[in-house]
């Protein structure tokens, strides 16, 4: 080694230090040569249901607005350690209690629904949802096959209940952010439809044994539960992006002083003479230049007086005028562009959200 620095380099630039570190690098690349491989490997649901465990601590550290599907991502979380320690490392106590956390899962999927998709408050009656858990754990304690087909026929079972709610309840979910579209609806709907392939990969799992395959059963089921833990959890944290606050939550906002009655009072003068909500371009800062104050300043006024955000107070005014002109024989499509919409989707949804009808149905009822 030392001949081939000599040679190598040229004699002009040849360095002592330079060959020195060349020898010593070969000299720990031989040594290590000298010792076998040893990679660390972890299961591919622990790899899960770290990654799924992290996430579920985000939302903690920031504040959870939706509690129950924070519980569903940290139930995922713990379903993928107690499959590791049950199926990898042959630990008996998580093979009983697996197929009872397992079955856990759909009935926070359905409280989360309920309460941070509806708005709905958590009832005693909901305490139903704890049979199934508890069924499961007394066929796990004797051994009964019947828990072969619990768990799955269970998953089938809730992810068509959600699915159904999720069609019923319409294209605007009651906690849905202002200006995502479908696109709450459409993450519900994906959480029910892991339900849905949660329930066939079992059904996958014992066909496969079925034909005489049961070698490969380990496999499938990491490959199948990985990409079903991973993939939920990542709709749970999309229901998280699209979802508002609750009204109820945190304190109460402080009452309006009488600054604010008075910037309030300012505006609703420029929006009776004016009517700038004409514009569909209406923003913030445009309200906030013509009466001379900071947007911010704006904002928390109209908060504190009418307890409703700006977005709100301004198609408030839309939808009234949306009804005089429907009242003076206006079809639904002229009312809405008069008014300052620009989608239908928007203008249905706020229409209902102020009248409690849709625009078609307040029109035929005021025609009698």
Request: aromatic share 6%; with cysteine; glycine share 8%.
């Amino acid at each position: 080694m030392a001949f081939s620095c000599v040679f190598v380099v040229p004699r002009p630039w040849r360095s002592p230090s330079r060959c020195a570190s060349s020898i010593r690098f070969q000299l720990v690349q031989n040594r290590f040569q000298d010792y076998p491989t040893r990679m660390i490997t972890l299961p591919l649901p622990l790899v899960s249901s770290l990654i799924l465990g992290f996430l579920f601590l985000r939302l903690l550290v920031q504040g959870a607005r939706v509690p129950w599907v924070a519980a569903l991502l940290g139930g995922l979380a713990l379903q993928g350690v107690v499959i590791t320690l049950a199926q990898h490392y042959g630990m008996s106590s998580a093979r009983l209690i697996q197929p009872v956390t397992a079955m856990v899962l759909p009935a926070l999927a359905w409280l989360a629904w309920k309460v941070d998709g509806l708005g709905q408050q958590p009832q005693w009656r909901d305490a139903i949802h704890l049979l199934g858990p508890a069924l499961a754990l007394m066929l796990r304690w004797a051994d009964s096959l019947m828990l072969e087909a619990l768990v799955p026929l269970s998953y089938a079972g809730y992810a068509v209940a959600l699915a159904v709610s999720v069609m019923r309840i319409g294209p605007d979910l009651p906690r849905g952010q202002l200006g995502q579209g479908g696109m709450p609806r459409l993450v519900w709907a994906g959480v029910a439809m892991a339900l849905a392939l949660s329930a066939l990969s079992d059904l996958g799992i014992a066909t496969v044994i079925a034909l005489g395959h049961a070698a490969h059963v380990p496999l499938i089921l990491d490959i199948a539960t990985s990409a079903l833990l991973f993939g939920t959890g990542l709709l749970v944290l999309g229901v998280e992006h699209v979802t508002g606050r609750s009204e109820d939550a945190g304190p109460a906002a402080p009452a309006p002083s009488e600054d604010d009655h008075v910037l309030f009072a300012r505006l609703q003068e420029l929006m009776q003479t004016r009517r700038p909500w004409r514009d569909p371009d209406l923003t913030l800062a445009q309200l906030a230049r013509r009466l001379s104050v900071p947007a911010k300043r704006l904002s928390v006024a109209v908060n504190l007086v009418t307890g409703e955000n700006i977005s709100r107070y301004v198609n408030a005014h839309r939808i009234k005028a949306a009804c005089d002109a429907l009242s003076t024989g206006a079809n639904a499509t002229e009312a809405m562009l008069d008014a300052g919409f620009i989608t239908k989707s928007n203008f249905n949804r706020e229409f209902r959200r102020v009248t409690g009808e849709a625009p078609t149905d307040w029109k035929a009822a005021r025609r009698h």
